[in-house]
């Protein structure tokens, strides 16, 4: 059993920056590949980003691209999610997942096995 803290949400400006961070306990972390879905009010969870276990792979859906980078720690236990060029469009609950999934089952939220409770972010225009 995984279980999954996400911090480090708020409200900033647009172009500005924040870093969420998601602390993984009670498993192997190493063993799980690790993704970011944002759900916004009135539409459905999207997949944001993902990482392999190994940290070698990692993959982003388009709108964010060039913004977003996500990274792991497996000495910490700890996925981050880096954010810049922030957009009012990129307000959302964002959530980390965790998956002993394959690589081509990332961007389905229906694949993971663990999820956080979410942490707001909130992007001012």
């Known amino acids: 059993q995984v279980q999954l803290v996400e911090s480090g949400g708020g409200l900033v400006q647009a172009g500005g920056s924040l870093r969420l961070s998601c602390a993984a306990s009670?498993?192997?972390?190493?063993?799980?590949?690790l993704g970011w879905f944002r759900q916004a009010p009135g539409k459905e969870r999207e997949f944001v980003a993902a990482?392999?276990?190994?940290?070698?792979?990692?993959y982003y859906t388009d709108p964010v691209k060039g913004r977003f980078t996500i990274s792991r720690n497996n000495a910490n236990n700890t996925v981050y999610l880096q954010m810049n060029s922030l957009k009012p469009e990129d307000t959302a609950v964002y959530y980390c997942?965790?998956?002993?999934?394959?690589?081509?089952?990332?961007?389905?939220?229906?694949?993971?096995?663990?999820w956080g409770q979410g942490t707001q972010v909130t992007v001012s225009s």
């Open positions: 990482i392999s276990w190994s940290g070698g792979s990692t």
């Open positions: 009670g498993g192997t972390f190493s063993r799980y590949a």
């Open positions: 997942a965790a998956t002993l999934g394959r690589s081509f089952y990332y961007t389905i939220w229906s694949r993971y096995d663990y």
